[in-house]
């Protein structure tokens, strides 16, 4: 079992920063492929960024790529989503994984023009 807690959401002008973090906590949690995925209103959850458990190897949607970096620091079993030149149409909220197995609960990101 993992249990996942993200944070760091919350409301920012078109073209600021945010950092999102995923705290993982639970049996073997380094050792999970993490995604982040965003789900906007009346729209299906969509994938935004993966990392493997290494962090050797990442992908990303290409809404995203060259704005958006996740990393992970497997001493602190944290997940981060590095946001940059943030749009209106990033507005959603975001959901950390662990294999697309255990999910987070989520954090609210707003994008104001």
């Known amino acids: 079992q993992v249990q996942l807690v993200e944070s760091g959401g919350g409301l920012v002008q078109a073209g600021g920063s945010l950092r999102l973090s995923c705290a993982a906590s639970g049996r073997s949690a380094s050792n999970y492929f993490m995604g982040w995925f965003r789900q906007a209103p009346g729209k299906e959850r969509e994938f935004v960024a993966g990392i493997s458990a290494s962090g050797t190897n990442t992908n990303y949607a290409d809404s995203v790529k060259g704005r958006f970096t996740i990393s992970r620091d497997n001493a602190k079993h944290t997940v981060y989503l590095h946001m940059n030149s943030l749009k209106p149409e990033d507005t959603a909220v975001y959901y950390c994984?662990?294999?697309?197995?255990?999910w987070g609960q989520g954090t609210q990101v707003t994008v104001s023009s």
């Open positions: 994984a662990a294999d697309e197995q255990y």
